[in-house]
């Protein structure tokens, strides 16, 4: 079975401070890893994805995250916040077997980050 | 808009009321998916459908609950006889998978179920 554990439930941030999330999950075989964001008011938007080669992903906004294998680790990075990326942010594993998508994303608890101006 | 649309967007029914919902996936999206969350909680997988077929299920997914996607489009996710407990965002999502490994899945706005 696929689990996935979300380090932080509330961060809060100054504008330009760095931040880093971190995801570990747990499933024996390959993956497709997610992060997906939560505007107040709006519905789950991709906010980068890994499905193989490069470990480091970038994704929209400027964030980007490393997928560190050995540590079933995919941390959510971004060099200097925003305002405006004050959101929920979840990170999703899909566990793949024998060359197809098993489908189903599981998610993790997910993480509020307050960004102050 | 050609995103993932769900209706009704909100719904409030008393203990023991049957109710029903919609999602209709982006056109092209053959995968469609339902999730349910909790406030607090990342969305549980409830099941999913590949065009009509209906190809895992979650041991969430009670007796009381039951999906269709007759045609391969739209789908409808109906609770009968609903619990307090079942008061919960829907989600639904959808995917194209062009290749046999990985594909993205767009969420729709869910539908906030409120069972008195």
């Known amino acids: 079975a696929q689990s996935v554990s979300q380090h932080n439930h509330h961060v809060i941030l100054s504008e330009a401070a760095s931040l880093e999330l971190g995801c570990n999950y747990s499933?024996?075989?390959?993956?497709?890893l997610f992060w997906y964001v939560q505007y107040p008011g709006q519905h789950l938007q991709l906010l980068l994805k890994?499905?193989?080669?490069?470990?480091l992903v970038k994704g929209i906004k400027g964030f980007e995250a490393e997928f560190i294998k050995s540590k079933f680790s995919f941390n959510l990075r971004k060099p200097s916040v925003q305002w405006s990326d004050t959101a929920e942010y979840f990170c999703a594993v899909k566990g793949i077997a024998g060359g197809t998508s098993y489908g189903k994303l599981t998610f993790g608890q997910g993480t509020i980050l307050t960004v102050h101006p | 808009d050609t995103g993932v649309s769900q209706n009704p967007r909100h719904k409030i029914t008393k203990r023991g009321q049957n109710v029903t919902f919609r999602c209709d996936p982006i056109?092209?999206?053959?995968?469609l998916y339902w999730y349910r969350q909790t406030l607090g909680q990342g969305p549980e997988f409830l099941t999913y459908f590949q065009n009509e077929a209906q190809l895992e299920k979650s041991r969430l997914l009670s007796d009381r609950f039951s999906a269709e996607r007759p045609k391969g489009s739209f789908s409808t996710l109906e609770i009968q006889r609903t619990e307090q407990g079942d008061s919960a965002m829907y989600l639904c999502?959808?995917?194209?998978?062009?290749?046999?490994?990985?594909?993205?899945?767009?969420f729709g706005p869910g539908t906030r179920l409120t069972v008195l």
């Open positions: 056109s092209e999206h053959n995968r």
């Open positions: 890994y499905f193989s080669g490069d470990p």
């Open positions: 999502a959808s995917s194209v998978d062009w290749s046999p490994r990985g594909d993205e899945q767009f």
């Open positions: 499933y024996g075989g390959t993956v497709n």
